[in-house]
């Protein structure tokens, strides 16, 4: 469902992403785990074709994202790790704004925005302006957007950030979910522990380069910590080597 080939992304001097080639299948939780600066953005943002890569090719659902980029993004939920909104706009406005974008049909709009505001308990906030929101409505606001046109894929960079415990449960529950429909999620995470509780695989990144794959099991054997939590594995492997 998801195809990155030898992807490669250059500015200048600095390579922030270099040579990744992943696949990942529909229905997978995919965890992308890395330091800060390894490049799990500059990644999500090729993947979800806001930037282009310097090389390499970008494959949604087999949709090439170069040679039809407005084909493979429809395929995608994108959630960015810090969303814009039009904030002078209500809550239900932006959904039907997003419909739009979406080419969702309109005799299905009002049931699904008023389906998915429920979902992330924003019914009731759905005809105030997105200005009067916290950020964590906000998130969850962009979350039940994302989902409006039945993706695909969902890719999602910090899913958590902003939500109470509350929206945390809701939103790991809603990853399994969908899963289970067939939807591809590919998730960025510094938590560590959801990363271990919904992720089906889960890939390191440092330096740009994807430096482990698999299961919180594989990772571990290959680390030689069997008994270990996840944050142990994953500092052991995204360490600096010795000069």
């Not at 790991?172 to 590919?186: M, N, P, Q, R, Y």
């Not at 740009?208 to 910590?225: D, W």
Request: proline share 4%; with cysteine; net charge negative.
């Amino acid at each position: 469902m998801i195809e990155m080939s030898n992807v490669t992304k250059v500015y200048g001097d600095t390579v922030a992403v270099d040579s990744i080639n992943l696949q990942i299948k529909k229905g997978e939780v995919f965890g992308f785990l890395g330091p800060n600066g390894a490049g799990k953005t500059t990644t999500i943002k090729m993947m979800g074709g806001i930037i282009d890569p310097t090389e390499g090719k970008v494959t949604i659902g087999g949709v090439p994202m170069d040679e039809k980029p407005e084909t493979a993004k429809m395929k995608i939920g994108f959630i960015p790790d810090r969303p814009f909104l039009y904030e002078k706009l209500t809550g239900m406005e932006f959904m039907k704004f997003t419909a739009d974008l979406y080419e969702v049909e309109n005799d299905d709009i009002d049931e699904l925005a008023i389906h998915y505001l429920k979902m992330f308990s924003l019914h009731d906030w759905g005809n105030d302006l997105i200005e009067a929101y916290s950020h964590g409505m906000k998130q969850r606001l962009i979350f039940a957007a994302a989902l409006l046109h039945s993706p695909e894929v969902l890719i999602v960079d910090e899913p958590m950030v902003g939500l109470d415990p509350a929206g945390i449960k809701m939103v790991k529950a809603l990853f399994i979910e969908l899963a289970k429909k067939g939807v591809t999620v590919f998730m960025s995470t510094h938590t560590l522990k959801i990363a271990e509780d919904v992720c089906d695989r889960i890939g390191i990144i440092r330096k740009g380069q994807l430096i482990a794959i698999g299961t919180a099991a594989e990772l571990k054997k290959e680390s030689h910590l069997e008994a270990a939590g996840l944050e142990e594995v994953f500092m052991k492997l995204t360490q600096e080597e010795p000069n």
